[in-house]
């Protein structure tokens, strides 16, 4: 097979999480402008002049000035993008009068096999659900596998199911269950892209058969809020209510997948991708049925450009590109800044005791090193860290540093070698994909209320300085985890030095480690 060498400009034109990928850099703009789910593009200088500015800019305009910065064509790359039908409804009329003006038929494409592309003139593209599904499959090295690529809206999809031969099978009408979650954090005041938080409320409510039999005629009917008959014990909905359609909606949402998913199955393997790939509840689940099951870090639309690159890079390169986990820019630390701050320098073994130790005495930690993640999940380069053994870390946490809802649980990071010991599910998790039961009663600062943790996994190859330190912690304490969550506050996680030093200052952190640096309130 004879490999080319295009050089590959890749590019998701979503409407709430613009990003784009060159093989090596994964730019999520939210992470540079400070603007959570909502990317106007400003220039470095104007991001550091105005901080903590907060602006409201229409949809229409976050599109365009996406578009015109990197919709450019080139003779030396190929641009390759996909998009959702809210990103090219606002950017339809500047860019197909432009840059795509005699590639119309892309509005037109469906793909009936996962390796179908549009491609012409330097202009590759593919479906939506394609980049999902490519992402997820690559990066797992199955050999074969299915492919449940499974979100809120895309191009021509809501749904779609591929089988080992590679087959698309259209389940957008059987299981828009991205859409139902959206309408339903919308109902529950969780606001567009809350689906996350209603989430956060399963585990505290009990089923409710009218808000059941309602999931089931909105889906058939397409119904939307616009019709108040069906929604009429929907609207002002008290704690308890909310808590019982969180659980409800999850129940729900499982049921649906095991009748139009679990007969689909064509091998042991399933590869899961979409926004509703977040769903811990959901993936355990595939768990049991599958043999291996494999979850990528930026399951949601942040993870497009990395799909669609991956996508083009095999067809026209005939190449099979992994990406990285750790995909952002590694930034330059000012030595000398820092420690006019206040910052001490260690060497590497001593910051890991000195640090444990921290946390041992109930300090909490925000912990920045090289790369950022890929995806909505701090992995351990970008993020918050606490004991676990702490009954009353969450609500600490959640009220003085994150500032959030006090029902949100928080993750164990866990040394891949004791994982069992302490939880209830059968295969690794690096990226924090599943939720599975607790066995202990020994680190209720991570467990659920209904007796669950979202687990991630960690070992000394996927990231050394994190394995490292949780390891002295447990050195210490006998407990072979720490809490881990995202390190931001209201904001998008934390990308430059001079993020997690604002966050710090604004917070009721205790510790800021930046490299081998540490800082002490």
């Given at each position: 097979?004879?490999?080319?060498?295009?050089?590959?400009?890749?590019?998701?034109?979503?409407?709430?999480?613009?990003?784009?990928?060159?093989?090596?850099?994964?730019?999520?703009?939210?992470?540079?402008?400070?603007?959570?789910?909502?990317?106007?593009?400003?220039?470095?200088?104007?991001?550091?002049?105005?901080?903590?500015?907060?602006?409201?800019?229409?949809?229409?305009?976050?599109?365009?000035?996406?578009?015109?910065?990197?919709?450019?064509?080139?003779?030396?790359?190929?641009?390759?993008?996909?998009?959702?039908?809210?990103?090219?409804?606002?950017?339809?009329?500047?860019?197909?009068?432009?840059?795509?003006?005699?590639?119309?038929?892309?509005?037109?494409?469906?793909?009936?096999?996962?390796?179908?592309?549009?491609?012409?003139?330097?202009?590759?593209?593919?479906?939506?659900?394609?980049?999902?599904?490519?992402?997820?499959?690559?990066?797992?090295?199955?050999?074969?596998?299915?492919?449940?690529?499974?979100?809120?809206?895309?191009?021509?999809?809501?749904?779609?199911?591929?089988?080992?031969?590679?087959?698309?099978?259209?389940?957008?009408?059987?299981?828009?269950?991205?859409?139902?979650?959206?309408?339903?954090?919308?109902?529950?005041?969780?606001?567009?892209?809350?689906?996350?938080?209603?989430?956060?409320?399963?585990?505290?409510?009990?089923?409710?058969?009218?808000?059941?039999?309602?999931?089931?005629?909105?889906?058939?009917?397409?119904?939307?809020?616009?019709?108040?008959?069906?929604?009429?014990?929907?609207?002002?909905?008290?704690?308890?209510?909310?808590?019982?359609?969180?659980?409800?909606?999850?129940?729900?949402?499982?049921?649906?997948?095991?009748?139009?998913?679990?007969?689909?199955?064509?091998?042991?393997?399933?590869?899961?991708?979409?926004?509703?790939?977040?769903?811990?509840?959901?993936?355990?689940?595939?768990?049991?049925?599958?043999?291996?099951?494999?979850?990528?870090?930026?399951?949601?639309?942040?993870?497009?450009?990395?799909g669609v690159y991956q996508h083009a890079d095999y067809i026209l390169n005939k190449?099979?590109?992994?990406?990285?986990?750790?995909?952002?820019?590694?930034?330059?630390?000012?030595?000398?800044?820092?420690?006019?701050?206040?910052?001490?320098?260690?060497?590497?073994?001593?910051?890991?005791?000195?640090?444990?130790?921290?946390?041992?005495?109930?300090?909490?930690?925000?912990?920045?090193?090289?790369?950022?993640?890929?995806?909505?999940?701090?992995?351990?380069?970008?993020?918050?860290?606490?004991?676990?053994?702490?009954?009353?870390?969450?609500?600490?946490?959640?009220?003085?540093?994150?500032?959030?809802?006090?029902?949100?649980?928080?993750?164990?990071?866990?040394?891949?070698?004791?994982?069992?010991?302490?939880?209830?599910?059968?295969?690794?998790?690096?990226?924090?994909?599943?939720?599975?039961?607790?066995?202990?009663?020994?680190?209720?600062?991570?467990?659920?209320?209904?007796?669950?943790?979202?687990?991630?996994?960690?070992?000394?190859?996927?990231?050394?300085?994190?394995?490292?330190?949780?390891?002295?912690?447990?050195?210490?304490?006998?407990?072979?985890?720490?809490?881990?969550?995202?390190?931001?506050?209201?904001?998008?996680?934390?990308?430059?030095?001079?993020?997690?030093?604002?966050?710090?200052?604004?917070?009721?952190?205790?510790?800021?480690?930046?490299?081998?640096?540490?800082?002490?309130?």
């Amino acid at each position: 097979m004879t490999k080319n060498n295009f050089k590959i400009f890749s590019v998701a034109l979503n409407l709430h999480d613009h990003n784009t990928y060159d093989g090596i850099f994964h730019n999520r703009l939210e992470r540079f402008t400070r603007f959570k789910h909502n990317v106007p593009y400003y220039d470095n200088t104007h991001i550091k002049q105005n901080f903590n500015e907060k602006i409201n800019f229409n949809d229409h305009t976050l599109s365009n000035e996406f578009v015109k910065k990197y919709f450019k064509k080139s003779k030396d790359i190929i641009l390759s993008f996909s998009y959702t039908n809210g990103g090219i409804k606002q950017a339809k009329n500047s860019i197909f009068n432009t840059v795509l003006k005699g590639h119309e038929d892309i509005l037109n494409f469906i793909p009936k096999k996962l390796f179908d592309y549009y491609f012409k003139d330097g202009i590759y593209y593919i479906d939506h659900h394609q980049a999902h599904a490519t992402y997820a499959f690559i990066n797992s090295g199955f050999n074969t596998s299915d492919i449940l690529a499974i979100d809120g809206n895309g191009a021509k999809f809501k749904c779609i199911f591929i089988n080992k031969d590679m087959n698309i099978i259209d389940l957008s009408k059987q299981l828009p269950l991205g859409w139902l979650w959206d309408q339903m954090s919308k109902i529950t005041g969780f606001g567009p892209l809350g689906a996350s938080k209603l989430m956060g409320l399963v585990g505290y409510g009990k089923f409710n058969q009218y808000y059941y039999d309602l999931f089931q005629t909105m889906i058939e009917n397409d119904v939307t809020f616009q019709f108040p008959f069906y929604i009429q014990k929907l609207v002002n909905l008290n704690l308890k209510e909310i808590q019982d359609l969180a659980f409800s909606l999850q129940k729900f949402t499982i049921d649906k997948i095991k009748q139009h998913v679990y007969p689909l199955k064509s091998c042991n393997n399933i590869c899961l991708s979409g926004g509703v790939a977040y769903n811990g509840y959901i993936n355990e689940k595939f768990a049991e049925y599958y043999e291996n099951v494999y979850v990528p870090p930026a399951v949601g639309d942040e993870g497009q450009s990395l799909g669609v690159y991956q996508h083009a890079d095999y067809i026209l390169n005939k190449n099979i590109h992994k990406t990285n986990v750790f995909s952002g820019r590694e930034h330059k630390v000012n030595d000398k800044f820092l420690k006019e701050l206040g910052f001490v320098e260690k060497e590497i073994e001593d910051l890991y005791k000195d640090v444990a130790k921290e946390i041992a005495n109930g300090k909490i930690v925000g912990w920045y090193q090289a790369k950022s993640e890929s995806g909505n999940r701090a992995l351990g380069n970008r993020s918050i860290l606490a004991d676990p053994r702490n009954p009353n870390i969450k609500d600490l946490i959640n009220k003085k540093i994150k500032k959030r809802e006090d029902f949100r649980p928080f993750a164990p990071a866990v040394l891949e070698e004791h994982y069992k010991e302490y939880f209830n599910t059968k295969n690794p998790s690096p990226y924090m994909s599943r939720i599975c039961k607790v066995k202990t009663n020994k680190v209720p600062g991570v467990t659920h209320t209904d007796n669950t943790a979202r687990i991630q996994t960690v070992n000394k190859n996927f990231n050394e300085k994190f394995y490292n330190l949780i390891n002295e912690f447990y050195k210490i304490t006998g407990i072979p985890m720490l809490l881990n969550t995202s390190f931001n506050c209201n904001e998008p996680i934390v990308e430059l030095p001079i993020d997690a030093i604002n966050t710090f200052k604004n917070t009721e952190l205790d510790v800021l480690v930046i490299g081998n640096y540490i800082l002490k309130k």
